[in-house]
């Protein structure tokens, strides 16, 4: 990587990551040959530093909660790329895109190559979907009815569900959800960011059932 050029003074920020690896390397099949030679400035925890992504993911698969996030997608929602990239962060068993398949990867990071990111074009395929899972379904929205999400008690094997930013959950999700909560706020505005929404609940979700 390039040096800070003459007179020139050096970043401030830290530099993400490592830098090529010393020979002799590790006789190790998860290890990238690339970026053992070039270094591994990707956004991955150092244990998997050099890993390649199909081994990150294999090792992610051995420990995924039981955690499902769908999110919908009717209005191109900027937010889907930051929600996918918390869903990597908790680890959770499946991403699931409502609506229009197109979304913002880039917001993502990267991080949709570690988990599966699944589809439906309709509700009725989404409660398809986790009917036949036995997974229920449990929306996010403050709506009449919603209990507050501190006094909530999440099922441990469940899909949180998130509506478009702005109109929030739609009637249709609404009535397929078996129940609702909300997120307590204190100050003027109606609601708050859909990606924040989402950190906060699967935080909340990892509090009750997520191994320390």
């Not at 020139?8 to 002799?24: D, I, K, L, T």
């Not at 379904?137 to 441990?156: K, Y």
Request: aromatic share 8%.
């Amino acid at each position: 990587m390039e040096g800070p050029r003459e007179n020139e003074a050096p970043s401030p920020f830290p530099v993400v990551g490592v830098g090529p690896m010393p020979e002799p390397w590790p006789d190790d099949a998860r290890l990238d040959p690339q970026l053992l030679a070039d270094g591994d400035r990707r956004n991955v925890g150092n244990q998997y530093r050099y890993w390649t992504v199909e081994a990150i993911v294999a090792d992610l698969d051995t420990h995924r909660h039981p955690l499902h996030v769908a999110i919908q997608n009717w209005e191109h929602d900027f937010n889907i790329g930051s929600m996918v990239r918390t869903a990597n962060a908790f680890n959770v068993a499946g991403v699931h895109i409502l609506g229009r398949r197109r979304w913002n990867r880039r917001g993502a990071m990267v991080t949709d190559r570690y988990l599966l990111v699944h589809h439906h074009e309709d509700v009725e395929s989404l409660v398809g979907w986790m009917g036949e899972r036995d997974i229920p379904l449990v929306g996010v929205d403050n709506l009449p009815g919603a209990v507050p999400l501190e006094s909530a008690a999440l099922p441990r094997q469940v899909c949180l569900v998130f509506g478009s930013e702005g109109p929030g959950l739609t009637d249709e999700v609404v009535a397929a959800c078996d129940k609702l909560v909300a997120i307590t706020q204190y100050g003027s505005t109606r609601s708050i960011n859909a990606g924040a929404a989402a950190a906060i609940t699967m935080y909340h979700w990892a509090l009750q059932h997520a191994a320390r």
